[in-house]
């Protein structure tokens, strides 16, 4: 079973940076999907970035609100994946969780269909 233990979260202003770090624990991570998602009370969990590798290849996936402003990395010698948020704005504000799906490419964006999720960490964007 995979662990993960979500951190990095925090009370930032518009325009500033965050990055967010999941660590997780399990024999099989290197071949797992990981993912980020985010959640507002009330509301759906919503896809933010997902990355899987397939040998030396590795694919990414950004929502819309994501693509340009986040990128998705993996520290492969520490199990930790990141998250590097830039241009933060209100509309980010969120419960981030780091999610993961025991299959490799092509990635997930549903969030049913991931196995192990963190307790997540709060972002929350200042106006």
């Known amino acids: 079973q995979v662990q993960l233990v979500e951190s990095g979260g925090g009370l930032v202003q518009a325009g500033d940076s965050l990055r967010l770090s999941c660590a997780a624990n399990g024999r099989t991570f290197t071949s797992y999907t990981m993912g980020w998602f985010r959640q507002t009370p009330g509301k759906e969990r919503d896809f933010v970035a997902a990355?899987?590798?397939?040998?030396?290849?590795?694919?990414?996936s950004y929502s819309d609100s994501a693509k340009g402003r986040f990128t998705i990395s993996k520290d492969s010698a520490k199990n930790t994946v990141y998250l590097q948020m830039n241009s933060l704005k209100a509309e980010d504000t969120a419960a981030y969780y780091c999610a993961a799906r025991a299959q490799g490419p092509p990635v997930s964006k549903t969030s049913s269909e991931y196995d192990y999720w963190g307790q997540g960490t709060q972002v929350t964007v200042s106006s």
């Open positions: 990355l899987s590798r397939s040998g030396a290849v590795t694919f990414k």
